[in-house]
Nanobody, 115 residues
Framework: QVQLVESGGGLVQPGGSLRLSCAAS????????MGWYRQAPGKERELVAR???????NYADSVKGRFTISRDNANNTVYLQMNNLEPEDTAVYYC?????????WGQGTQVTVSS
């Protein structure tokens, strides 16, 4: 069983930055593929970015060049650096960990981009 706890959300003006963190319990964090997803009101949850156990990354087209996912295996943490935020980025952001066949979700953290 893995527990994931997100933090770092909040209210930011357009063009601003936030860094989300996802802290994981457990001793095999480095073996997990990790991802950030988001869900805006009235919309389906969508993939934002993910990083494999080997460090390969991929991003949704809407965030390429603005968001960066990274991981610190020594501290069981995955990050999402979000720059040049837009109102369309407003959503609840969720962290997911996956090691087949299991996957785990955090409780989410709210990001609001508004002036």
């Amino acid at each position: 069983q893995v527990q994931l706890v997100e933090s770092g959300g909040g209210l930011v003006q357009p063009g601003g930055s936030l860094r989300l963190s996802c802290a994981a319990s457990g001793s095999i964090f480095s073996m997990y593929a990790m991802g950030w997803y988001r869900q805006a009101p009235g919309k389906e949850r969508e993939l934002v970015a993910r990083i494999t156990s080997g460090g390969s990354t991929n991003y949704a087209d809407s965030v390429k060049g603005r968001f960066t996912i990274s991981r610190d295996n020594a501290n069981n943490t995955v990050y999402l650096q979000m720059n040049n935020l837009e109102p369309e980025d407003t959503a609840v952001y969720y962290c997911k960990g996956r090691i087949a066949p299991y996957e785990y979700w955090g409780q989410g953290t709210q990001v609001t981009v508004s002036s």
